[in-house]
């Protein structure tokens, strides 16, 4: 079986699908991703073959200016335009073996692309999904499929699809509801309206991979000292003073603290640093977790899973709307707590208080084990097979 994989090509979108990826390649299926040059590495890690997009989205002035449907329609115009414009070349490039089965996140190229070869779809799902009882507008600062910047957006795309004679998709920009069969990298127990949603929408939870991110190694500390790892993520990190507060607070703190910068950032800005604390643009974050005893983070959804599957409080601090959703649903499950601003005073405070909490231990083994029988990388598989034997009948 051949699957293609179409996802946003940013690390929240695609890191979770590697372990997918992973073990369909172990299965002796054919995998094809479509994504960032950035992210070539983890992905040909994973075992897939890997096209690149030849667009990724600029983060560098997201830190300031937040995540709104303006900037989400620009994003999806940024990659409906790369998409065009690989799409002659990509469909010589499929015909002589072309997909089972296009796993699609959000952006329309594996839309396309399932039409153009009558394929299957499988919807992927790496945030909080949504329906009428839980909409986009929930996630995005100013979201409804009628605002001008999406209409905009929604115009280029008819103009794409009406261009190779296709009808003109409608999903869950749209409807707000996923398109079946889809797969949510989240267990049922974190999602919000949980319950709500169709049997067709599988929460498979997340799985880590094996092979796909295991490019940098990190070794802990040989004292034995408590491991902090405090990261704002991929996109909204362009934080330098909030590094150096975290600097400022946890200075000869009894906890070894791992700052993960980001890009943007030069660990020399940060200044010089005391002897327990670390810092790195970049840094292995699921090695780093495996021995974390708390974890300040931004509270993005990968970040967020890593640190359940993990079992390591949280201490959030959210940069955008999603993010506060998604910190406010940790605490409210008694995983973590949230700091919107925090001083550094907060944060130390609250750092030792969630570290020894035993209540927010307790809720990290129940949700823990709710991922375990979610299913993960087994069950999202089986989907995809089972979507692969439905393939369409070409017209």
């Known amino acids: 079986m051949h699957v293609l994989f179409t996802t946003p090509p940013a690390p929240g979108h695609v890191y979770p699908t590697l372990p997918l990826v992973e073990e369909l390649v172990d299965r ?8 960032a040059a950035s992210l070539e590495a983890e992905i040909v890690r994973a075992g897939a ?21 303006d900037a989400l329609s620009a994003d999806l115009r940024g990659f409906l335009a790369a998409a065009r414009t690989l799409a002659p070349g990509l469909l010589d490039a ?26 299957s779809t499988v919807s992927l799902i790496a945030n909080l999904a949504t329906n009428e009882g839980f909409p986009p507008s929930n996630l995005i600062d ?10 905009h957006y929604f115009a280029e795309l008819a103009d794409w699809f009406s261009a190779y004679g296709l009808a003109v998709p409608v999903g869950p920009s749209r409807d707000n509801a996923p398109a079946p069969p889809s797969l949510v990298f989240i267990p049922r127990e974190f999602q919000i309206a949980g319950n709500s949603f169709a049997e067709d929408v599988h929460f498979i939870g997340p799985s880590m991979p094996r092979r796909a991110r ?23 990190n362009n ?23 980001g890009t943007h950032i030069d660990p020399a800005d940060i200044g010089k640093l005391p002897h327990n604390i670390e810092a790195h643009q970049t840094v292995p974050q699921l090695d780093v977790l495996r021995h974390a005893t708390a974890f ?3 509270a993005g959804m990968g970040s967020t899973m890593e640190a359940l599957y993990y079992k390591v409080p949280t201490i959030a601090v959210p940069q955008v709307r999603e993010q506060s959703v998604n910190a406010a649903r940790l605490e409210s499950l008694g995983l ?5 601003s925090p001083t550094p005073g907060d944060l130390r405070t609250m750092t030792e208080k969630v570290a020894a909490d035993t209540v927010i231990r307790s809720g990290l083994a129940e949700m823990k084990e709710a991922i375990n029988r979610a299913g993960g990388t087994t069950a999202g598989t089986g989907i995809i097979e089972a979507a692969g034997t439905n393939r369409r009948d070409p017209a």
């Not at 030849?54 to 300031?64: F, I, S, V, Y």
């Not at 015909?95 to 952006?107: K, R, T, Y």
């Not at 934080?239 to 910068?261: I, N, T």
């Open 28 to 35: 002796d299926h054919r995998v094809t991703y479509i994504s």
């Open 49 to 69: 073959l890997f096209i690149d997009l030849g667009w990724e989205p600029d983060t560098t002035t997201l830190a300031a200016s937040g995540f709104s449907v």
């Open 94 to 119: 499929l015909s002589d073996d072309p997909p089972d089965v296009v796993c699609i996140d959000s952006v329309p190229l594996g839309g396309f692309l399932a039409e153009q070869f009558a394929a």
């Open 142 to 151: 100013g979201f409804t499929p009628h605002h001008p910047a999406m209409q």
């Open 214 to 236: 295991r490019s940098a190694s990190w070794t802990p500390p040989h004292d034995d000292a408590q491991v902090l790892l405090v990261s704002l993520g991929t996109a909204f």
């Open 239 to 261: 934080r330098p003073e909030f590094f150096a507060s975290c600097a400022e607070a946890f200075a000869d703190s009894r906890f070894h603290v791992v700052l993960s910068l």
């Open 296 to 298: 300040i983070t931004h």
């Open 336 to 340: 973590g707590v949230q700091l919107p």
